[in-house]
């Protein structure tokens, strides 16, 4: 209403009645998150099948550099940096990052790549991610191999791709990292698109604290 009483104002030159009028503010959301031994307990469900080793190292890579699910199912064999173990990550606007990784993700990484891939390829493709019919996977096939082993953990709310980057990003936080090197391993252009997982950090700590001090 008020963008069109600006609109009849420029118009025609008539008053505007809602020049005065303010929107209330909304609070901003807080980013869903799942706790340390949730995620682990997650990451333990893929079986040793090509598939089993390919969710494997999806989710491991998923939660160990926080990358967009859109990054992801876009990664080709080449963005592997074996050596310094590091991915080469395309994010919006094509910008690039390298991302490291931990021993255990690159692990997975390697064994899918060696065992998993090369059975499940079907034509020639860069994609490092497959579907079961060999063809590169899309991220609403990423979702749907989340939600399946969601449901084997009988977790009562749904997990998207963006829940285990909010994961990566929390506990980077309350582990030590500054809110710099998180910005960067996240690919966030404005620091401020960052500063929400402080607030996160923050609950975490007063949940902490409620539940430790004596006298809470």
């Avoid at 909304?26 to 998150?33: N, Q």
């Avoid at 709310?157 to 030590?176: C, D, K, Q, Y």
Wanted: some cysteine.
């Amino acid at each position: 209403m008020r963008s069109f009483f600006r609109y009849c104002h420029l118009a025609a030159a008539a008053d505007n009645p809602a020049k005065s009028i303010r929107t209330p503010k909304f609070g901003r959301s807080l980013p869903s998150f799942l706790y340390p031994e949730t995620v682990s307990a997650l990451l333990a469900l893929p079986d040793s099948t090509p598939l089993g080793l390919r969710d494997r190292a999806l989710l491991e890579l998923l939660y160990a550099t926080g990358i967009r699910v859109g990054e992801l199912v876009a990664m080709e064999v080449g963005d592997y940096r074996r050596e310094t173990r590091q991915i080469l990550v395309t994010g919006k606007g094509n910008k690039q990052r390298l991302l490291p990784m931990h021993q255990m993700a690159a692990d997975k990484l390697e064994q899918y790549l060696q065992k998993g891939r090369t059975r499940l390829l079907s034509q020639p493709t860069e994609r490092i991610w497959l579907n079961s019919k060999g063809f590169p996977l899309g991220q609403r096939g990423v979702r749907w191999i989340l939600s399946k082993y969601c449901q084997r953990l009988s977790l009562l709310r749904s997990v998207s791709p963006h829940v285990i980057r909010h994961s990566f990003a929390t506990h980077m936080l309350e582990n030590g990292a500054d809110l710099r090197t998180v910005q960067e391993l996240l690919g966030h252009s404005s620091l401020s698109s960052t500063q929400v997982y402080t607030h996160v950090t923050r609950e975490h700590l007063k949940s902490v604290y409620a539940k430790s001090h004596p006298r809470a």
